[in-house]
Every structure is written in structure tokens, then in C-alpha cells.
């Protein structure tokens, strides 16, 4: 029975997702209940029926959750912590430079993820608020006429001051939250990628001689690879490759291997006792400090919040308006409201908007105005890249 059920789930749901219902037709009851015969035949084949109905449906329900889950935590936006441009073959070799050090993505006045700052964009919402202000008056009246203004301005006064306390704390809340994720951000990488090149240093020299070139050469790689997640991976890409492949694994396993062989061989690991305890050390730490890094990445605010503040703001200017019906006409139904009440509104609407934006630009710490400052990261990151090629390796590792 219990496989019957997920039979007639699958058909409507995939009935459900079919693009055009004239191209498709139900299955009949007679071809059901055939169905149920056939499922009910075996044990085995209800088994091996039951599996492959869950593996489809499981299927069907993580293509269609992918695209809402990345979009409410940004798990493949775009993300970059220095240019992309230093790491490609042809540069490899080639001397930093200053430009090198600048954001991936630096913002003109004409591009569009900095439009809401434009005098143009504030000025047209601003005087569009302030024209279009009796027309919804107009249009308010009609919707609730003959409506006692006195009454209405004492629910109105009763009303707001509570949306208002709870706006006012939402807009807080964001804004701390947004601030101290881009502090933490920053902070966590600068100390991230300059962890990378000292662990990459240390790494390379404690397998400088030729015995170990087989795993100089994986650490040199492993090395890249963190460098090139950095730079040009999303978040979803860089937590499959930690569960996959780890770049902090293969360098540990690097410093075992060097250890087996140095117990192998009876050499003495005094000497490098030190630096291998300050590799295990660091390695641990790096790990560390990329897992607050990813958890800083995933606190992105999701849509329903900047929803919750849209809800909230509208709900405030439609008591504003609600105070100001006395100015519409109960004859005519025109409206003619103090120039104060439309300068008012006029600039309420424009802080909204212009809140609205700021917090939206703070959600996205990569793009927009308000990016995380990275220089420091980059500096560090191209520095790896130097330890890397003057150790010969330029060849033998690719960045992605």
C-alpha cells in the first residue's frame, strides 16, 4: 500500500510540473489500479520500485529547492577576495603591481549597483512622491468614503507609534548585523591569507629535498588551490571542495608523510621538530578561522527580511496618508493637501528607499558600495604566489 501512495504522489507531482496541460494526460483508474497490481506482484520489485520513486522524488525536490535555498543565502553568488588576473597562466610570473591590490570589481558613478546613490535617482523619487501625493489621496478616499477623519486620526495616532518602535528596531538590528558581518569578514580573511603564506613557506621548505618532491609538488597545489578558491569560488563551491578535497588535509598529510619517512629512514625529526609543530599548528588555526570565514558568508539577511522592512515602511506611509484624508474634497473628491504634508511625505518616501537600498548594499559584501576593504588579503595571497614560483613550482602548479 505503502508504495502505492508514492506511485500516485509521483504522478501528480510530476503531472504538476509538466508545462502545458493540453500536452499531457493523467493517467486513467484503470491504469492506476493495473499499476497497483503490478507494484503489489513482489516483494522485491516494490523494493527495488519503492527506491527508485524516492530517488526520483528526492531529485525533483532538490532541483526545485536549489535555486530558492542559494538565492536566500547567496551559497553560488559571486565572490571574490582579490583579481582574478594575477593567477592566470600568462601572469604567473609576472611582478605585482598596486592595480593588483585594487577591488575585483571597482564601481563608476554610471554603474547600476550604485545608482541609489545618484542625485537624479533620490531627486526623481522624491519629487514623483511629492506630485503623485493627492492623487493617492484621491484614490484612498474612494476605497473607504465617508469615513469620520476625526475617528480615523485617532486610530491613526493609536497605530503608528508601535509600527514605528518596531520599524526603528528592525532598521537597527539590520544595520548591526550587516556591520559587524563585513568587520568580521574582513578581519578573518586578512588573517586567513597570511596564514596560507606562512603555512606555505614552511610547508615547501620542510620538503626541499628531492626525496620529497612528489609531495612538495601536492602541497604546492594545494596551496594554489586555496589561493584560487579565494579568489574567484563561490561559497558552494568552496564548501564541496572542503568535503571532497581539502587543501588543509593534503598539507597535513603532507607533514605525516615527511614524518613516516624520517621514522622509516631513522633520521632525526629534532631538527624539524619545531617547524613541524608550528605547521600542525597553523594548520589547525587556518581551518579554523576559514570555518568563521564561511559562517560570517552564510549570515547573509534573506529576502524576507528586506520583505518584513517593506511591509513596515509601507505600512507607516499609509498612516500618514490616512491622516491627511481631510484634505480631500467630500463633493468633488479632490484633493488638496498643505504643501508641508506633500514636502513631508515626499521625503519620508525618499529615506524608506534610500534605508531600503543602504541595508540591500550592506547585504552584499562583495558588490555594491559599501565591499569589504581587501588589500591586505590580496597583498598576502599574491604573496603566496611568489613563495610558490621562486621555489621552482610556477610550472608544475596551476591556480585555477
Not at 219 to 246: N, P
Request: glycine share 4%.
Amino acid at each position: 500500500m505503502g508504495a502505492f501512495l508514492r506511485y500516485l504522489m509521483l504522478v501528480f507531482a510530476v503531472a504538476a510540473q509538466m508545462p502545458s496541460k493540453s500536452s499531457y494526460i493523467l493517467p486513467s483508474s484503470s491504469m492506476v489500479f493495473s499499476s497497483k497490481t503490478a507494484l503489489c506482484s513482489t516483494t522485491a520489485k516494490d523494493a527495488n520500485l519503492d527506491e527508485e520513486l524516492d530517488a526520483i522524488a528526492m531529485r525533483s525536490i532538490n532541483e526545485q529547492q536549489l535555486t530558492v535555498f542559494s538565492s536566500s543565502t547567496r551559497l553560488l553568488a559571486e565572490r571574490r577576495y582579490a583579481k582574478r588576473g594575477p593567477y592566470l597562466p600568462k601572469k604567473i610570473n609576472t611582478t605585482p603591481t598596486i592595480l593588483d591590490l585594487s577591488p575585483p570589481r571597482k564601481l563608476t558613478n554610471s554603474d547600476p549597483a550604485r545608482s541609489w546613490l545618484s542625485f537624479q535617482y533620490r531627486g526623481s523619487v522624491i519629487i514623483t512622491s511629492y506630485f503623485a501625493f493627492p492623487y493617492i489621496l484621491q484614490l484612498l478616499a474612494r476605497a473607504i468614503p465617508d469615513t469620520d477623519s476625526d475617528a480615523l486620526n485617532q486610530v491613526v495616532s493609536s497605530f503608528v507609534p508601535g509600527i514605528s518602535i518596531l520599524f526603528g528596531t528592525l532598521c537597527s538590528l539590520t544595520v548591526n548585523i550587516l556591520y559587524q558581518r563585513q568587520a568580521r569578514l574582513q578581519q578573518t580573511v586578512s588573517e586567513e591569507a597570511s596564514l596560507l603564506s606562512q603555512i606555505t613557506q614552511d610547508v615547501l621548505h620542510l620538503l626541499r629535498k628531492s626525496e620529497h618532491e612528489v609531495h612538495r609538488m601536492k602541497a604546492a597545489q594545494a596551496c594554489a588551490d586555496y589561493v584560487a578558491t579565494l579568489v574567484g569560488d563561490s561559497r558552494g563551491t568552496e564548501v564541496m571542495k572542503v568535503a571532497i578535497s581539502d587543501p588543509v588535509s593534503v598539507l597535513t598529510e603532507s607533514v605525516t608523510v615527511y614524518e613516516q619517512f624520517c621514522e622509516d629512514k631513522n633520521q632525526d625529526l629534532q631538527s624539524a621538530g619545531a617547524l613541524i609543530s608550528s605547521l600542525r599548528s597553523n594548520l589547525s588555526l587556518i581551518g579554523m578561522l576559514r570555518a568563521r570565514r564561511l559562517s560570517d558568508e552564510a549570515l547573509a539577511l534573506p529576502p524576507t527580511h528586506y520583505g518584513l522592512l517593506g511591509i513596515l515602511s509601507g505600512l507607516i506611509l499609509a498612516a500618514f496618508l490616512l491622516s491627511s484624508l481631510g484634505s480631500v474634497d467630500a463633493m468633488t473628491g479632490i484633493a488638496d493637501p498643505f504643501v508641508e504634508s506633500r514636502i513631508l511625505f515626499s521625503v519620508i518616501t525618499g529615506v524608506y528607499l534610500l534605508f531600503f537600498n543602504f541595508s540591500r548594499d550592506l547585504n552584499q559584501p562583495f558588490e555594491g558600495v559599501y565591499q569589504i576593504r581587501r588589500s591586505q588579503t590580496a597583498s598576502s595571497l599574491l604573496k603566496t604566489k611568489r613563495i610558490i614560483t621562486s621555489t621552482g613550482l610556477a610550472d608544475a602548479v596551476d591556480f585555477g
